[in-house]
């Protein structure tokens, strides 16, 4: 397991320097902030980010995310031109040494959140999911302001991106992923990387848009539409766990041979669609995060981790869900369960710094 901590560059008011004082994280996750969606990432950009996070003693190993331009969700006319752009940038990021790339396959959104700040008994504050909140919301209409969302599309763009999905099924879907996985997979183990794709947050569909990443029975059908090791999934378990009908820890290990990225947090259900992020330890939330650390293990995954979604703590403030202070708690936490489930195997895998 190799420790991570996602980094969003020279504009994070995280720096490297207190990233690189947390116990056990050995690597960097990030990405290009400079080129917009759809363009090829250019070699100077990647080689500048690659040089900070070396220059700080740590590794650049994971990219997350590459966005997936819309027109290849969409399926429509540029959607060829995208996927060649797509494969190039791939190309360029195994050149640079990246050898995990993350990304999505969700229309139009990202992860979604009812709460940016919900206040919590113990005076911090968290993201929060309220699914009636969600259901009442109109995206056509009112200005909404989410943390996973491009705020670079306008009122009239986003209705009109929202209008072009209208006529787009979930099966639409599946053949525009499987057209995406079977050009860009190849160029991918071409190049020594693992593609791992994030399911989708919350995993049901919002607003009439399809979601396919969403649960055990679909990524078996995603994972053997290109049955290769390189075509994989980022194992985030606050956004499969969102969905009560996921058992994580059986999850965690069918697919652990598939799992090149693990975002580790939990999340507590507050009724059947409605959660809120949490510390990241078990008896803070609905998930046993011992549980499925030890699935991953056994299932012989060996591969990136990170603390994901952090509450806002001792005061901070910054972007939702990705201070300093809760994630590094969450590195710590999660250092631990790794290093007992390890012992309890007799394997060493002491990831020294
Ligand atoms: C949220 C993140 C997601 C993730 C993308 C991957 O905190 O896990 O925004 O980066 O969905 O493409």
Redesign the pocket.
Known sequence: MKMSF?WYGKDDPVTLEQIRQIPGVVNIVSAVYDVPPGQVWSEKSIQDLCGVIENAGLAFEVV?????PESIKLGDENAEACIETYCEIVRRLGKAGVKCI???F?PVF??FRSEMARPQADGANALAYEHEAVLAMNPQENEISL??WDESYTRAELRALLASYEKVTEEDLWSNVERFLKAVVPVAEEVGINMA??PD?PPWGLFGLPRIITGKENIRRFLKLVDRPANGL?F?T??LGASKENDLVSMAGEFADRIHFA?LRNVRHTSERSFEEVGHLSACGSFDMYAIVKALVNGGFDGYVRP??GRMIWGETGRP??GLYDRALGAAYLNGLFEAVYKEKNVDKGDKK
């Open positions: 996602r997350e995310s590459v966005p997936v993350c990304y999505n969700m990202d992860w943390p996973g794709i994030h947050d980022t985030c606050g956004s975002h994901d979604h869900g990705y």
